[in-house]
């Protein structure tokens, strides 16, 4: 009979414990933003932005926010204290200490005709990814319209499809797809496209059979452009380049070529980039407004895509995990669709008239 | 009541069927997009893998429709994989003397980088090698055609050279009684004018 009782004693813990886990609220925590400008008056929204956007977000997601302060508090704990900012490299180590599971910093900057640049960065804990963004819009006389219009950003990368867009696409645009499809799979996918009025411009289907369908095709997800990134976090501090008397000419070759690679690829990867698709946009005469980038999955029931202005080379759409409808028979034409749809929707504040 | 249990296995494994089979189907279906028909006297570059006596069917098809069929690589037709393995790539990225772990975490976006741009050079490449078909031959359309055996999808793709814009695309099902002669007048008759 006792034996009975510590077990179900034993089962009540487990399931306290399993439900403890099951509902524990996401921790989303806020530092600084970081005061840009040369002019100090601002530096009182350092605080009231990130307090705000802690507001407004818990205002609509069940979640628990830590605002500056509080972080501050508890990074007082191990002596250290709350940077304004932080490099990519060292969020993994913050986000752990903190207890939160998602980090939000940035900075912003007040621009000529009532203008401000705000730049939010965020991690999630274990994800060794960053989306970082940039907005440019009017300096709202009443702060809370300005605060809803980066909420709005946030709470919707943060939801289950990671969305982010900063401009639609209109019809008529000339698309180029670079994806991981071939053949009669990848002409299910243009016909939606074609038939719902955009150009698509022949990348990718002006062959036979593709090159790069294999699984590496997934690095695309990571994007990076000159004001907006989503990227993964290198971190080169555990990496020694030992350098000394004793170095001979072949160290100091892998050593310089080892430099030039990171500096090329990873530092300055953009304008590497952007050169590339400079040269590759006029190979194809300047018959392209977006490159969009669609990663199927192996059983082509879900999808991401990333789309980019050629022109300004900025980051337009961003999506991930978008699945076919159950109903519908032919996955990669449905998921088409849903782009089709997708490309002319603009995301609209719903607390603006 | 003993009616509708006696016909609800039945009618089950009917809709559990239909719905296994709904998305091979759907996929398998014949469809065809084409903004741009090409007009009679156009000049066409074909490409299609296959052996050059079924390519002389394929080219005396569209020469029937009074289309200027171009010479360009008639009998010698390599699709990409063959020529070139991206797998490669990787062996090649990964290799270095320095043995390192954490080296080769840190420069795994450097390697990721480097592919990603080597994709898009390689479309710089094709994009130039479009630009030739239509400044060197005097092409005006790139037609792709891939034939597949009945039940499978043969397809075909017309590039406008004009202005690097996909103008029709069509899958086409192979059905028991086709020949290659008549899949290719399938594509022919809807691609040309």
């Not at chain 1, 990130?50 to 205002?59: M, R």
């Not at chain 2, 074909?46 to 029937?64: L, R």
């Not at chain 2, 390689?122 to 005097?138: C, F, H």
Request: aromatic share 12%; with cysteine.
């Amino acid at each position: 009979m006792k034996a009975r009782l510590l077990l179900i004693g034993a089962a009540a813990a487990c399931i306290c414990m399993i439900a403890g886990s099951a509902f524990a609220r996401t921790t989303i925590a806020f530092g600084y933003l970081a005061n840009r400008s040369a002019n100090e008056n601002y530096n009182y929204l350092e605080t009231i932005f990130p307090n705000s956007f802690a507001s407004s977000i818990k205002s609509i997601f069940d979640v628990e926010v830590k605002k500056p302060l509080q972080v501050e508090e508890r990074l007082r704990k191990f002596d250290l204290e709350l940077k304004k900012t932080y490099e990519n490299f060292e969020l993994p180590e913050l986000v752990d200490k903190i207890d939160a599971d998602i980090f939000i910093m940035g900075s912003f900057q007040p621009l000529p005709n009532n203008q401000i640049s705000i730049e939010l960065s965020m991690y999630a804990r274990e994800s060794n990814e960053v989306f970082a963004f940039t907005n440019v819009g009017r300096m709202e006389t009443e702060i809370f319209k300005l605060v809803d219009r980066i909420s709005l950003i946030v709470i919707n990368f943060l939801d289950r499809e990671n969305l982010y867009k900063s401009r639609a696409i209109p019809r008529g645009a000339r698309v180029a797809i670079l994806t991981n499809l071939e053949g009669e799979e990848l002409n299910r996918l243009y016909m939606p496209l074609m038939e719902g009025g955009y150009a698509v411009t022949c990348v990718q289907g002006d062959e036979l059979a593709n090159a790069f369908k294999e699984e590496r095709f997934d690095v695309f997800r990571y994007v990076r452009t000159k004001n907006s990134s989503y990227d993964i976090i290198t971190d080169w501090r555990k990496t020694s380049f030992p350098l000394g008397a004793w170095m001979n000419r072949d160290d100091e070759e892998r050593a310089a070529y080892f430099r030039k690679l990171y500096t090329d690829f990873d530092l300055n990867y953009t304008a590497t980039k952007n050169d590339a698709l400079d040269r590759m946009t006029k190979a194809l005469r300047n018959n392209v407004d977006v490159l969009l980038v669609v990663g199927f999955s192996a059983n082509r029931k879900t999808c991401w895509l990333r789309a980019v202005d050629v022109k300004d080379r900025e980051l337009v759409w961003i999506q991930s995990n978008m699945k076919s409808d159950a109903m519908f028979a032919d996955p990669v034409a449905n998921l088409s669709e849903r782009i089709v749809r997708g490309m002319e929707r603009e995301i609209k504040n719903p607390f603006e008239k | 009541m003993q009616k509708i249990s006696r016909l609800a296995k039945p009618v089950a494994f009917c809709t559990a069927l239909l719905v296994a089979a709904g998305p091979g189907c759907a996929s398998k279906k014949s469809v065809a997009v084409v903004k741009q028909k090409i007009a009679p006297a156009s000049s066409v570059i074909v490409i299609v893998d296959c052996p050059t006596n079924v390519q002389n069917v394929i080219y005396s098809k569209f020469m029937s429709r009074d289309l200027k069929v171009k010479a360009f690589n008639a009998s010698d037709i390599y699709t990409a994989q063959d020529v070139f393995d991206i797998t490669d790539f990787k062996k090649v990225a990964y290799k270095t003397t320095l043995n390192d772990i954490n080296l080769l975490f840190s420069m795994q976006k450097t390697y990721d980088n480097l592919y990603k741009l080597h994709v898009y050079n390689y479309e710089l490449s094709k994009a130039e090698t479009l630009g030739q078909m239509k400044d060197k031959w005097g092409a005006r359309y790139l037609v792709l055609l891939e034939f597949k055996d009945w039940e499978r999808v043969s397809w075909a793709r017309v590039i406008d050279l004009a202005t690097f814009e996909l103008v029709g695309v069509i899958n086409y099902s192979t059905q028991y009684r086709d020949t290659l002669e008549t899949v290719i007048e399938h594509f022919v008759a809807n691609l040309a004018q």
